[in-house]
């Protein structure tokens, strides 16, 4: 049996993303000794428990990735995955306009330096805006395990958003039902409208001082423009995100970026955490 099947049994009524979360937190032990795979196979007899406390290691980092000369800011890259730190300004993939430089671009000529007949699959998003860390795959099968992930919200995404002002609260969470209209202007509806995608955002304030606040974000869904609605919601627009309702773009840019990227590995399985340090604060 794997282990993610033997923790379903023990806990029925907890769902596959948080049993993978326990996985990748470190709290799952057997036979005592802490174990990440969830394709882990359990053997009749053998003592399955769950902590409520991580023991032993964290998620198992990542090797280090060779340097090579590229338009690209490498974070990590296997056979199986490239892991990239996106520059804000750039956009992800081309769009119907069908634009020659864009993330997915560079990382397909990057591949193509060593086999010209290589190629790097889409698996999610960042908007153009936007900064920070993205996972590309290698093969259709990895793309698929990882994007099977992201629906099933079991991947951990963290973002830094640099705001106007202070939230009144210290932390929050903004439900919000999401819509775009013909002119791809994100709106916030009923969730009865249809066409309507929920948003869910998880927020706190890690720091601030009289004009500004650093806001550490975790996101349930991965809607276009989610983070900067809920900021919005706040009355605190993300720094330089005038759509929005920002006064102030000191940086030249939208203060929003993708810290960093949790899921399981596509080909061992194994928890995986890559970061990209915040472009725009320093303690």
Same mark, same amino acid.
């Given at each position: 049996?794997?282990?993610?099947?033997?923790?379903?049994?023990?806990?029925?009524?907890?769902?596959?993303?948080?049993?993978?979360?326990?996985?990748?937190?470190?709290?799952?032990?057997?036979?005592?000794?802490?174990?990440?795979?969830?394709?882990?196979?359990?053997?009749?007899?053998?003592?399955?428990?769950?902590?409520?406390?991580?023991?032993?290691?964290?998620?198992?980092?990542?090797?280090?990735?060779?340097?090579?000369?590229?338009?690209?800011?490498?974070?990590?890259?296997?056979?199986?995955?490239?892991?990239?730190?996106?520059?804000?300004?750039?956009?992800?993939?081309?769009?119907?306009?069908? &634009? =020659?430089?864009? #993330?997915?671009?560079?990382? *397909?000529?990057?591949?193509?330096? $060593?086999?010209?007949? +290589?190629?790097? @699959?889409?698996?999610?998003?960042?908007?153009?805006?936007?900064?920070?860390?993205?996972?590309?795959?290698?093969?259709?099968?990895?793309?698929?395990?990882?994007?099977?992930?992201?629906?099933?919200?079991?991947?951990?995404?963290?973002?830094?958003?640099?705001?106007?002002?202070?939230?009144?609260?210290?932390?929050?969470?903004?439900?919000?039902?999401?819509? &775009? =209209?013909?002119? #791809?202007?994100?709106?916030? *509806?009923?969730?009865?409208?249809? $066409?309507?995608?929920? +948003?869910?955002? @998880?927020?706190?304030?890690?720091?601030?001082?009289?004009?500004?606040?650093?806001?550490?974000?975790?996101?349930?869904?991965?809607?276009?423009?989610?983070?900067?609605?809920?900021?919005?919601?706040?009355?605190?627009?993300?720094?330089?995100?005038?759509?929005?309702?920002?006064?102030?773009?000191?940086?030249?840019?939208?203060?929003?970026?993708?810290?960093?990227?949790?899921?399981?590995?596509?080909?061992?399985?194994?928890?995986?955490?890559?970061?990209?340090?915040?472009?725009?604060?320093?303690?």
């Amino acid at each position: 049996m794997l282990l993610i099947e033997a923790i379903a049994e023990l806990y029925p009524n907890t769902t596959r993303a948080k049993i993978r979360r326990m996985l990748t937190e470190g709290r799952i032990l057997v036979e005592g000794q802490v174990e990440h795979k969830a394709k882990h196979s359990v053997e009749a007899g053998q003592t399955v428990e769950v902590t409520d406390r991580a023991k032993g290691k964290e998620a198992a980092p990542p090797p280090a990735t060779s340097a090579k000369q590229h338009r690209l800011s490498i974070v990590y890259e296997d056979e199986a995955i490239l892991v990239v730190n996106k520059p804000a300004g750039l956009l992800s993939v081309a769009t119907n306009k069908m &634009e =020659d430089d864009t #993330l997915h671009s560079r990382c *397909v000529n990057y591949v193509r330096l $060593g086999n010209e007949r +290589a190629w790097i @699959h889409i698996v999610h998003r960042l908007d153009r805006e936007t900064s920070g860390v993205m996972v590309f795959a290698r093969h259709e099968r990895y793309k698929s395990y990882l994007q099977e992930q992201f629906a099933q919200r079991e991947v951990h995404r963290t973002y830094h958003a640099l705001v106007e002002g202070k939230p009144a609260e210290a932390k929050g969470t903004e439900r919000a039902w999401l819509v &775009e =209209d013909r002119n #791809l202007r994100v709106k916030k *509806v009923k969730p009865s409208f249809q $066409g309507a995608k929920e +948003a869910i955002t @998880h927020w706190a304030i890690e720091d601030s001082d009289d004009e500004v606040s650093l806001i550490h974000i975790t996101i349930e869904t991965g809607r276009r423009h989610q983070i900067r609605m809920a900021m919005k919601a706040l009355d605190c627009p993300v720094v330089g995100d005038d759509l929005h309702g920002a006064e102030t773009n000191p940086l030249n840019r939208i203060a929003l970026h993708a810290t960093a990227l949790e899921f399981l590995h596509p080909e061992t399985d194994d928890p995986v955490r890559f970061e990209a340090k915040i472009p725009f604060f320093s303690n």
